[in-house]
């Protein structure tokens, strides 16, 4: 039987055994031009490894990875608060704040994600600068990472600004922003939609990186941790 | 899986022919996967199958594409295909790439699997779904292409 260019390929790449490989290994031997053909296979393969070899170093493609990271929702948020800040040429939000936002983001986009219904009808966006009763509510009494009812605001931080104000940011489904509280109670300061119902958690999370943002902006200071929390809220955010 | 995807990544770059289209198809293929991760047996090698859902993703949808490229641009705009784009000024097409792009689908994936992935023919076979003999004789084609393409180019463009 003679060795066909099947077998002198596979013998190439190591695939043959016993019989086979000793049949090719004999007719390499006493032929030159098969010799050849076996150096030529194994110059290809190394080459052809060599030529996409680079592609293993260089940086993921942040879509292909931020797929993945989406597995666990809370560890994407956070890598997509820093990427955001990133994006921006600041410095990562997530890297300063970590220690406070980390456990208490964890918490609450867990609870994000499970009590967002999707489908869920736009909650009342507030426009001009008043506070609602249910927000006014999770404003007084609300600790960040606190469980939420579907649809109700919850807060995302607390801080402390230039005027020596609390300040705290909030969402719910589709808006969010940032109240102070001043003398007369409860002041909106910012607010902005945070993308639509739709819209994958990635978006989401880049706006409410948005958000943070512009608290960290506001900010004098880290975040308020849980018992700082907890002190001002038991002084009124006084 | 996020271990895996530099290799994926590979994989579909080769198989598209270019880091755009590589990507996509990479991405399309993590979609598929994670929508049908309960289908991943337990015990059984999370990047074979990767590589199948890729594979089969490239010669259901990718085709399309590569025809329609084909079709529209002519032999000289064929030398920069895939190399469009700013982004990609840094990933110059090789006359490996041609190569490769020369090849047939099913010679490529063969090529790709066993010489760049170093898969065992049997794990290849089984990836593309053929018997082992199938997949060694378009691989021996494959190869002897490349041969004859790469030896005719000179060696500072390769």
Avoid at chain 1, 7 to 14: E, F, L, P, T
Avoid at chain 1, 204 to 210: C, M, N, P, V
Avoid at chain 2, 115 to 135: D, F, N, R, S, W
């Amino acid at each position: 039987m003679s060795v066909t260019e099947e077998m002198i390929a596979a013998y190439a790449d190591g695939e043959l055994t016993g019989d086979a490989r000793a049949q090719v290994e004999a007719a390499v031997a006493a032929d030159p031009a098969l010799a050849r053909k076996v150096e030529a296979h194994r110059a290809l393969k190394a080459q052809l490894g060599a030529h996409f070899a680079p592609v293993l170093d260089e940086p993921m493609p942040d879509r292909l990875s931020s797929m993945l990271r989406a597995e666990s929702p809370a560890e994407a948020e956070v890598v997509s608060f820093a990427k955001e800040r990133e994006k921006r040429g600041l410095v990562p939000a997530v890297r300063r704040w970590g220690i406070y936002i980390g456990p208490a983001m964890a918490a609450a986009v867990i609870a994000a994600v499970v009590v967002m219904p999707s489908g869920a009808g736009p909650d009342p966006i507030p426009t001009n600068g008043t506070v609602g009763p249910q927000l006014a509510a999770a404003l007084d009494t609300q600790l960040v990472g606190d469980a939420v009812d579907a649809g109700d605001h919850r807060i995302l931080l607390s801080f402390t600004n230039a005027d020596s104000r609390y300040c705290r940011v909030y969402r719910s489904n589709r808006a969010g922003g940032i109240a102070c509280r001043e003398e007369q109670g409860w002041q909106i300061e910012q607010e902005m939609l945070l993308g639509e119902g739709q819209s994958t958690e990635f978006r989401q999370a880049g706006s409410e990186g948005d958000l943070l943002a512009a608290a960290q902006d506001m900010a004098v200071g880290a975040a308020l941790d849980a018992e700082q929390e907890a002190e001002a809220r038991a002084n009124g955010w006084r | 899986m996020l271990e895996l995807l530099p290799r994926l990544r590979r994989f579909a770059i080769g198989l598209a022919g270019s880091p755009t289209d590589g990507d996509d198809l990479c991405q399309m293929t993590i979609e598929r996967a994670l929508t049908r991760r309960d289908q991943w047996q337990e015990g059984t090698r999370l990047d074979s199958w990767m590589y199948r859902i890729m594979r089969n993703i490239f010669i259901d949808e990718g085709r399309a594409t590569t025809r329609r490229r084909e079709t529209f641009v002519d032999a000289d705009a064929g030398l920069a295909v895939g190399s469009d784009g700013a982004q990609e000024a840094q990933v110059e097409l090789t006359m490996v790439e041609r190569a490769m792009q020369s090849l047939p689908e099913d010679q490529r994936e063969a090529v790709l699997l066993v010489m760049v992935e170093g898969y065992a023919y049997k794990e290849a076979a089984e990836i593309v779904g053929c018997p082992v003999g199938t997949l060694n004789s378009r691989l021996v084609r494959g190869r002897d292409a490349l041969l004859d393409i790469l030896e005719q180019a000179p060696e500072d463009i390769r």
